[in-house]
Nanobody, 115 residues
Framework: QVHVVESGGGLVQPGGSLRLSCVVS????????VHWYRQTPGAERELVAS???????YYADFVKGRFTISRDNVKNAVYLQMNSLKPEDTAVYYC?????????WGQGTQVTVSS
């Protein structure tokens, strides 16, 4: 059974940093593309960042220059380093694994940016 577990969320002041982790078990992690999404109440989930293949990355415009996605295929983990956080970054952040015909989601971790 595949498990996708996010952690690292919390309350941080504007301008602060957080590092989210997504740890995967039960599957061959290195064969998946991994994505971070976020969602606020009443809104659709939006793609934040992705990492595929041998480290090819994608970032949504609203996080470029502030967030960095990385992966450790030995630890079966993906990280999202979030710097210069803004109140509008407040959301539940989700980790998603994709492969042709297969998708797994984690349960999410809350990030709150507030003074």
């Amino acid at each position: 059974q595949v498990h996708v577990v996010e952690s690292g969320g919390g309350l941080v002041q504007p301008g602060g940093s957080l590092r989210l982790s997504c740890v995967v078990s039960g599957t061959s992690f290195s064969t998946y593309a991994v994505h971070w999404y976020r969602q606020t109440p009443g809104a659709e989930r939006e793609l934040v960042a992705s990492i595929v293949g041998f480290g090819i990355t994608y970032y949504a415009d609203f996080v470029k220059g502030r967030f960095t996605i990385s992966r450790d295929n030995v630890k079966n983990a993906v990280y999202l380093q979030m710097n210069s956080l803004k109140p509008e970054d407040t959301a539940v952040y989700y980790c998603k694994l994709t492969q042709v015909g297969i998708t797994y989601w984690g349960q999410g971790t809350q990030v709150t940016v507030s003074s």
